[in-house]
């Protein structure tokens, strides 16, 4: 871990790593908020590894991260990136997640892909709500983590309050568990009075690491920086011997034995590696010019030799298709194959290309495997089982595919031209068809009604969201059977941008985006009659049919209840069915404002028909004529959905909160104490009220609350409203 003797063998630039047995890989993942240095420090891991070159670039030019189009033009990462890397002999692969809570999707699909995880957090900005709601989900699996504090170059940054700052927001009852395994050696102030970062001093080695001309130098501390490091040397030494599995060793360090160095880094990387202790390191992008980056060669230590290997991972739960528990070796690359899908993107060139973590067996190119995708159908994924030809497998490294000969389990690859495949489907053996349990995804609460812009781009639009909900899971698609709208669900706008410009760009789809309309319903407020009169003479057979019903309100969820009462055949019984026919094909088209009729009884009380000119057409249009005759008549209520809504919010917002709830016209039900420091708020809300409200919630509690929402019931809407609304209906009329 840097205090170790350096042999370290980093990967040439330009070539394809392929693991032969699961202890020589590493899968992390990186975390943190937008902004906070995750991408650069990608890179700077990269470049010190000898993946990329001097300017941090792979051979066609580009960076090993956040090379998408898209990416450029927001100036974000937007999706999850693969960059492995090589040191000591061990495979690392890095997993970039953007910090921006829009693409929280990407970032659960590399936590299931990982075996640990670096929390990356700025010194200039600290640590925010959603990175703690992260670590805390880590927590719950036992994940192992570090800390990598960055932008220590920053003119107020200060790595030990930072340290502070991490113990108290990760470290929890235990913020001994959260300690730094370096100081950083400041030099000399410049012009501003800034003293920049230049090296490293390792707590438990008492080595200074020096990377001020751009490459690690190792050398002997002064005399007088030693008592600098003392109190957090101590610090470490007793944290990391708290965690010991040796019980006496406490007793023996108290006692004023000295403790080998080798016995507390092989203490310090099993506590790491079973998520007991959570090593503070800080790190900083390499120089123009220079090779590596400060921190850059510790951190790769870390990596390689605390994080745990894949046989460490506990193996997500594998069933067969039709449900019965499947129990396998953890890693076993010579058992039954199960992979799994946890990105799915297009390449122009290639097709689709799937990110696949093997968990076990070993994959191979031309494999023929089983593709299985359930419990998805809510998001617009039909469940699918079907057999594919694995195409070649290859490492992503910036915009190119270095094509490797297998992928053993644990290890991470990219598989091409697999069609069905989606993202969290599973791939398993042709003749052993297996289905692992699905990574716990948000729920996309955003709206976005789009239409095709043209005829051209109507006949791609179905093709092209069909391809787009497969690579995002956190999108879901819905064609509004109420509104006639194609429904988009995103989790915030940047999400919904983002999907415009791949249907736009990659897919070649122009689309508009419209309002976003809510299914209202009509209901009669009181009992009304109507008279539907139907009589034509045009030579030959003419029509005729009159009939008379009453309308009376049902309570709601009641729907559309018909009920005959004619009496002495005024109505012939052939014709009755006609009549229904006719007032329910009318309230599905709305009586008042156009939206459908629900929750009545109608009841035919009498009518007239004529022998020759009465026909089922005549009767089905007296029935819709009665019906419009008796809304005329009567009082309409329009109806709006009402959504329970249920809010987790930190303690701090929960007062914001319900007020702004409040202010939607919402009814609050109750709150109840989740955890330590957490508040679950139920409410009604009125849907036309949240349509925004995944955008305002984040807003309102600095990205620290989350929400869910479900239908309950239909209700009466304000008069004023429905006014507006029934005027609205007129204009577009």
């Known amino acids: 871990m840097g205090d170790k003797a350096q042999s370290h063998h980093p990967g040439a630039a330009g070539r394809a790593l392929a693991a032969d047995q699961p202890a020589s890989v590493r899968n992390v993942v990186l975390v943190g908020h937008s902004g906070s240095g995750k991408t650069t420090l990608v890179e700077a891991l990269a470049l010190t590894a000898g993946a990329v070159n001097r300017a941090g670039r792979v051979e066609d030019g580009g960076t090993v991260s956040d090379y998408d189009d898209i990416e450029h033009r927001q100036q974000r990462s937007v999706q999850l990136s693969l960059v492995p890397v090589e040191w000591n002999g061990i495979k690392v692969n890095l997993l970039d997640t953007p910090g921006y809570a829009d693409f929280v999707g990407e970032l659960r699909a590399g936590l ?24 805390e989900e880590c927590a719950a699996v036992g994940m192992p983590r570090a800390i990598v504090i960055t932008h220590l170059e920053a003119a107020r940054a200060d790595f030990e309050e930072m340290t502070r700052t991490c ?46 001309t751009g490459e690690r130098k190792e050398s002997e501390p002064g005399e007088d920086q030693l008592p600098d490091i003392e109190e957090a040397r101590n610090r470490l030494i007793e944290g990391i ?95 039954p194959l199960v992979a799994e899908v946890v990105k799915t993107s297009s390449d122009p060139y290639v097709g689709r290309i799937s990110l696949v973590r093997v968990f076990s067996g ?68 042709k003749d052993d068809p297996l289905l692992m349990e699905p990574w716990q995804m948000p729920d996309p609460l955003l709206p976005l009604a789009i239409h095709a812009h043209s005829k051209a781009d109507e006949d791609k639009l179905s093709q092209g969201l069909s391809r787009l909900v497969a690579e995002d899971p956190t999108m879901r698609l819905e064609q509004n059977q109420d509104t006639h709208q194609v429904v988009l669900w995103c989790l915030g706008e940047a999400h919904a941008d983002v999907a415009l ?24 407020a009181n009992k009304a009659s109507g008279r539907g009169r139907h009589v034509k003479q045009s030579g030959g057979h003419g029509q005729y049919a009159i009939c ?158 989350r929400f869910d929402r479900s239908y309950a019931r239909h209700e009466p809407m304000p008069p004023q409203i429905a006014e507006r609304i029934r005027e609205q209906a007129g204009d577009e009329g």
């Open 362 to 429: 070993t994959l191979r190119p031309d494999q023929t495997v089983h593709v299985s995708g359930h419990g998805l159908a809510d998001r617009g994924h039909e469940d699918h089982d079907v057999d594919e030809k694995v195409g070649a497998l290859s490492m992503p490294f910036g915009k190119q595919q270095r094509p490797v000969t297998h992928a053993v389990a644990g290890d991470l690859v990219c598989v091409a031209k697999l069609s069905r495949a989606e993202t969290g489907d599973t791939l398993s053996a």
């Open 112 to 135: 299931r892909a990982a075996d640990a995880a670096l929390f990356v957090v700025s010194a200039s900005d600290g640590v925010d709500g959603s990175t703690r709601m992260v670590w």
């Open 241 to 335: 011997i708290a965690e010991s599995e040796d019980e006496t060793l406490m007793d023996r360090y108290l006692g004023g034995e000295q403790v080998d160095i080798k016995t507390l880094v092989e203490d310090l990387e099993r506590a790491v590696a079973r998520g007991a202790f959570f090593p503070v390191l800080a790190a900083a992008p390499a120089a123009e010019g220079a090779r590596q980056g400060l921190g850059t060669v510790e951190l790769l230590e870390l990596v390689t030799g605390g994080f745990p290997t894949p046989f460490e991972h506990p193996l997500p739960g594998v069933t067969t298709i039709d449900g019965k528990r499947r129990e396998l070796k953890p890693c076993d690359t010579d058992g």
């Open 167 to 212: 113990a108290e927001a990760f470290g929890g009852d235990d913020p001994d568990a959260v300690l730094p395994l370096y100081l950083p050696l400041r030099g000399p102030e410049g012009p501003d009075g800034h003293a920049p970062v230049t090296g490293l001093i390792g707590l438990l080695s008492q080595k200074l690491f020096d990377y001020s």
């Open 501 to 524: 410009e791949r249907l736009r760009n990659r897919y070649g789809v122009q689309v508009d985006v419209v309002p976003h309309r809510v299914s209202l319903r009509e209901t009669f």
């Open 548 to 705: 008379e019903i009453e309308v009376e309100p049902l309570p709601g969820g009641s729907g559309i209840e018909f009920v005959d009462k004619v009496v002495g055949g005024a109505v012939p019984r052939q014709f009755i069915p006609s009549v229904e026919k006719g007032v329910r094909a009318q309230a599905a088209k709305g009586v008042a404002a156009g939206y459908q009729l629900v929750d009545v009884r109608i009841t035919l009380l009498d009518g007239k028909a004529h022998s020759v000119d009465s026909s089922d057409a005549a009767f089905q249009t007296a029935g819709a004529l009665a019906l419009r005759e008796a809304a005329a008549d009567a009082r309409i209520h329009l109806l709006e959905p009402v959504a329970e809504v249920t809010v987790l919010v930190g303690d701090d917002y929960v007062g914001a909160v319900m007020s702004d709830l409040s202010s939607r016209r919402g009814r609050l039900l109750g709150t109840e104490q989740v955890g330590t420091g957490r508040t679950l708020i139920r409410a009604e809300v009125p849907e036309f009220e949240i349509g925004r409200y995944a955008v305002d919630l984040r807003s309102l509690s600095h990205g620290t609350a």
